[in-house]
């Protein structure tokens, strides 16, 4: 939430909108097993999937 190493707030629009681009399922993949510098599970390994792809939906879900 805080835009640590360039991650997208949540709310901002115009930062998600070329990752929405790619789809859900992306979204959920880069969250659940990390993506350039953002770890797998943002870190938090004991996180169940479902766990995250909800974080994500939340993060999400003021710019839909």
């Given at each position: 939430?805080?835009?640590?190493?360039?991650?997208?707030?949540?709310?901002?629009?115009?930062?998600?909108?070329?990752?929405?681009?790619?789809?859900?399922?992306?979204?959920?993949?880069?969250?659940?097993?990390?993506?350039?510098?953002?770890?797998?599970?943002?870190?938090q390994v004991s996180l169940s999937d479902d766990?995250?792809?909800?974080?994500?939906?939340?993060?999400?879900?003021?710019?839909?």
């Amino acid at each position: 939430m805080t835009g640590a190493a360039g991650a997208p707030k949540r709310g901002d629009a115009d930062a998600w909108a070329p990752r929405q681009e790619k789809g859900i399922d992306t979204l959920y993949d880069h969250a659940i097993n990390g993506f350039q510098a953002m770890p797998p599970k943002g870190g938090q390994v004991s996180l169940s999937d479902d766990d995250v792809k909800a974080a994500v939906d939340y993060m999400l879900e003021p710019t839909l």
